[in-house]
């Protein structure tokens, strides 16, 4: 089994700058590809950001190309998704998600998921 926990929400302003925090516990290996999900009031849950352990190159929604960034931590099995210069159509709940290749994860069919954590930008 694997857990996943997300943290690092919160209110910034537009302009502004947060880092996520994705936490993957258990059988790992079992689940090799990691992503970031969003969902905003009222829309469907669209794909941020995507990325192997082995750091093959990461996935990105052409909405936060340039914008965001996502690494991952093999040491602390950490998955980190920095975002720079805040939208406030960027406001959404925000989720982790693992699962065993990258194409499935990008297309939403990772196996586990995180309860998410809520990012407010304000304009």
């Known amino acids: 089994q694997v857990q996943v926990a997300e943290s690092g929400g919160g209110l910034v302003q537009a302009g502004g700058t947060l880092r996520l925090s994705c936490v993957v516990s258990?059988?790992?290996?079992?689940?090799?590809?990691t992503g970031w999900f969003r969902q905003a009031p009222g829309k469907e849950r669209e794909f941020v950001a995507a990325?192997?352990?082995?750091?093959?190159?990461?996935e990105y929604a052409n909405s936060v190309k340039g914008r965001f960034t996502i690494t991952r931590d093999k040491d602390k099995n950490t998955v980190y998704l920095q975002l720079n210069s805040l939208k406030p159509e960027d406001t959404a709940v925000y989720y982790c998600?693992?699962?065993?290749?990258?194409?499935?994860?990008?297309?939403?069919?990772?196996?586990?998921w995180g309860q998410g954590t809520q990012v407010t930008v304000s304009s």
């Open positions: 258990g059988r790992t290996s079992t689940s090799p590809a």
């Open positions: 990325v192997t352990w082995s750091g093959n190159m990461p």
């Open positions: 998600t693992a699962g065993l290749t990258l194409p499935l994860v990008v297309a939403g069919r990772g196996a586990y």
